[in-house]
T-cell receptor, first 116, second 112 residues
Framework: GAGVSQSPSNKVTEKGKDVELRCDPI?????LYWYRQRLGQGLEFLIY????????KSGLPSDRFSAERTGESVSTLTIQRTQQEDSAVYLC??????????????FGPGTRLTVL | KQEVTQIPAALSVPEGENLVLNCSFT??????LQWFRQDPGKGLTSLLL?????REQTSGRLNASLDKSSGRSTLYIAASQPGDSATYLC???????????FGQGTELSVKP
C-alpha cells in the first residue's frame, strides 16, 4: 500500500513569508508525528496527533509554528514569518496505535525548506 | 535529560565484513527502540523495532539487540554490501506520547 507522502518535496521561500507543509499518513494510521532535521543535526520532535486527543505540541520551537490534522488523515504544518534558522528537512511519520501501545513509525520522504 | 548517543559517528568497511553499530540511552525506562536507515536526501526507512520486553529482533542480515539495564542497543549487519551504505539512526520511545528521541546517527560506507 501507499506509504507516507509529503508535499512539496522542496520549498524555497523568503524570510518573513509563511509556508505550509502537507503530510498524508498511511491510511488507517491513527497517530501522526512531525519532526525536523536541521543540517548536521539530529531529528527533533515537533508535534504529535493521536485520534481525537489534544495534540502534544511540546516540541514546537516557537509560536510561529502550528499544525493541524483533519480527523485521522491529512496534516499541515504552518510556519509563519519564516526565519533562516527554520531551514531544515521537515519529516512526517505515522503509526498505528491501539490502546495506548506505540508501534513502529513510518516516515515520509520529507520537505526540504530553504529560507533565504 | 533523556539522550541517545550513537558511536561511531562514521564507519568505513570493506565489502563482506560483519559490523556492529552502537546506540546508548541515558534513561533505561524505555518503551521501545527503533533502528532506521537514511539515504542521502531521502526520508527514513524503518529497519527493526524492539519492544522493551524483547532482547533482540532479526530481519535478514540485520540483528538488533537491546539491553535496558545497561542502556544499550546494537545493530549487527552481517556480510555487509555496498548497498548498505547509508546513515543508521537509533531512536528511543519513552512512552511520552509516542515521540521518538533520536541519536545523531552513524554514517556507514561499505567499499566494494
Amino acid at each position: 500500500g501507499a506509504g507516507v507522502s509529503q508535499s512539496p518535496s522542496n520549498k524555497v521561500t523568503e524570510k518573513g513569508k509563511d509556508v505550509e507543509l502537507r503530510c498524508d499518513p498511511i491510511s488507517g494510521h491513527t497517530a501522526l508525528y512531525w519532526y525536523r532535521q536541521r543540517l548536521g543535526q539530529g531529528l527533533e520532535f515537533l508535534i504529535y496527533f493521536q485520534g481525537n486527543s489534544a495534540p502534544d505540541k511540546s516540541g514546537l520551537p516557537s509560536d510561529r509554528f502550528s499544525a493541524e490534522r483533519t480527523g485521522e488523515s491529512v496534516s499541515t504544518l504552518t510556519i509563519q514569518r519564516t526565519q533562516q534558522e527554520d531551514s531544515a528537512v521537515y519529516l512526517c511519520a505515522s503509526s498505528l496505535e491501539v490502546s495506548g501501545r506505540y508501534n513502529e513509525q513510518f516516515f515520509g520522504p520529507g520537505t526540504r525548506l530553504t529560507v533565504l | 535529560k533523556q539522550e541517545v548517543t550513537q558511536i561511531p559517528a562514521a564507519l568505513s568497511v570493506p565489502e563482506g565484513e560483519n559490523l556492529v553499530l552502537n546506540c546508548s540511552f541515558t534513561d533505561s525506562a524505555i518503551y521501545n527502540l527503533q533502528w532506521f536507515r537514511q539515504d542521502p536526501g531521502k526520508g527514513l526507512t524503518s529497519l527493526l523495532l524492539i519492544q522493551s520486553s524483547q532482547r533482540e529482533q532479526t530481519s535478514g542480515r540485520l540483528n538488533a539487540s537491546l539491553d535496558k539495564s545497561s542502556g544499550r542497543s546494537t545493530l549487527y549487519i552481517a556480510a555487509s554490501q555496498p548497498g548498505d551504505s547509508a546513515t543508521y539512526l537509533c531512536a528511543v520511545n519513552y512512552n511520552q506520547g509516542g515521540k521518538l528521541i533520536f541519536g545523531q546517527g552513524t554514517e556507514l560506507s561499505v567499499k566494494p
